[in-house]
């Protein structure tokens, strides 16, 4: 499975920002999906995720609860995050995952496949 990110940027605080994740496989439905960011020089932390088929399940870290929202469009293999509010210690790169393991996860060990990371800056 090969993941690709794309939709980082430079935008102010409060500004928004929608990032995409294509996948290459034809059985994109069958993963849970996730959104991880590692700002510099710190370790990778877990965004939101969002569980396979329908995605009925959905996960946030509380940093990002209520201003960004995870969805996934199974007919185009592509899960979004729709980044609202942003502020500048959402600054890094963030990346997607996809997890064929039957629960959502948030560590990083459950997902096997990784994007190549897309950089978000927020400006003050």
């Keep these: 499975v090969q993941l690709q990110a794309f939709g980082g940027g430079l935008v102010q605080a409060g500004a928004s920002l929608r990032l995409s994740c294509a996948a290459s496989t034809p059985t994109f439905s069958h993963y849970n999906m996730g959104w991880f960011r590692q700002p510099l020089g710190k370790e990778r932390e877990f965004v939101a995720a969002i569980s396979r088929a329908g995605g009925s399940s959905t996960d946030y870290a509380d940093s ?3 201003r960004f929202t995870i969805s996934r469009d ?25 997890d064929d393991n039957m629960v959502l996860s948030r560590r990083n060990s459950r997902y096997f496949y990784w994007g190549q ?5 927020v400006s003050s």
């Design 64 to 66: 990002v609860k209520g």
């Design 74 to 98: 199974n007919a185009k293999n592509t899960v979004y995050l729709q980044m609202n509010s942003l502020k500048p210690e959402d600054t890094a790169v963030h990346y997607c995952a996809a």
């Design 117 to 121: 990371g897309t950089l978000v800056t």
